[in-house]
């Protein structure tokens, strides 16, 4: 077997030996430079409901442009956003695919990588179950030379593994809310700096995965995803789901101040069970109809009342129950809302 085919494998089995997220992002990225040559590397977890940074890890020279690339992601129009890739048939792509290798075409390569010194990317959502958990951007440096449909193609075939060990890291360990945690603010001036915090937010920040910049990447994101709402249109305040490095969740939501100086303001919340309870079902692997089932479960349904609400028969919800124990490795309706629902001792 060609060299190459053993360290695509190994990086398969990797991915599913349940490492956790520091370990998945620093394993299976030394994994796949042994695969694909690169320059410089963007790796990033991500809300599969809202599509946000959770968390992200952008390798020099990336970091001093993140404001930048944020801009970019959530604010401009341009090829292969991570967004559009997470929900396409094809989430993986190169920019001069895209561009038909008139890179020029996008403003990300004209005003940010350009300047930086790079060239092509090889931009993948890692997608697994119909749900996307993150997200990876693979750069060289500037050359006519870019990616090849062939090192494309080993991308595609890997993100999935990739996209379920950062899935199965958020099950490790299992979710818990600490009742002493209290909500906490954050003041972001447009360029994303630091006008103001309260101290319970830089509590509840410092419990999250750091990176390399100021503040963790899911402030970022959903003040970036907030000014993106507001150039092209109206749509929800911006909220994702976070795990800390602990446990316990956290919730941020984005919005707009009123008055003269109209910060961007940035609540940091504990999550209740209840809010990450769907992210965890989709991290067990359920299918949108277990997930249903199951959610009707958390919330007291007895199985007629679940049948009725999906229009399903009382064995078929028998059947999705029985798939959703097997799945989340408990043996009983009450040990799923345990599991789910409950703090640990």
Not at 59 to 86: C, I, M, W, Y
Not at 230 to 242: D, L, M, N
Not at 268 to 282: G, I, Q, T
Not at 309 to 320: F, G, R
Request: neutral net charge; contains cysteine.
């Amino acid at each position: 077997m060609p060299s190459s085919g053993r360290a695509e494998q190994d990086l398969v089995r990797l991915c599913h030996n349940g490492m956790d997220r520091d370990g998945v992002r620093r394993e299976v990225l030394r994994a796949l430079r042994r695969l694909l040559p690169v320059d410089a590397v963007f790796f990033a977890t991500a809300d599969p409901e809202t599509l946000l940074f959770t968390g992200a890890w952008p390798e020099e020279p990336l970091g001093a442009a993140t404001a930048l690339f944020l801009d970019n992601e959530f604010g401009r129009r341009d090829v292969n956003k991570f967004a559009s890739l997470a929900t396409s048939v094809r989430p993986v792509a190169t920019l001069d695919s895209a561009t038909r290798k008139d890179r020029a075409v996008s403003e990300r390569y004209r005003e940010i990588m350009r300047p930086l010194g790079l060239g092509d990317e090889l931009r993948a959502a890692l997608v697994t179950g119909g749900q996307c958990w993150g997200y990876l951007c693979l750069h060289r440096e500037d050359h006519e030379l870019g990616f090849t449909s062939a090192e494309a193609a080993v991308l595609r075939r890997l993100s999935p593994h990739i996209a379920q060990a950062i899935r199965t890291a958020l099950l490790l360990p299992g979710p818990t809310v600490d009742p002493r945690l209290k909500p906490g603010v954050v003041l972001l001036a447009d360029d994303l700096s630091t006008v103001a915090m309260t101290p319970e937010a830089e509590h509840l920040l410092s419990l999250l995965d750091p990176g390399v910049l100021p503040l963790p990447a899911a402030v970022y994101s959903v003040a970036s995803a907030l000014r993106g709402i507001e150039r092209h249109g109206a749509g929800p305040p911006p909220s994702i789901r976070v795990r800390t490095r602990a446990g316990p969740w956290l919730t941020l939501h984005a919005s707009r101040l009123t008055g003269e100086t109209a910060h961007v303001t940035v609540v940091v919340e504990p999550a209740e069970s209840r809010a990450a309870a769907p992210l965890l079902l989709s991290a067990h692997g359920l299918t949108a109809r277990e997930a249903e089932v199951a959610t009707l479960v958390l919330r007291g349904n007895p199985t007629r009342a679940i049948a009725d609400t999906l229009h399903i028969s009382a064995n078929t919800v028998q059947d999705h129950l029985k798939a959703v124990f097997d799945k989340t490795g408990v043996r009983s309706r009450r040990d799923l809302v345990a599991m789910l629902l409950s703090p640990p001792p």
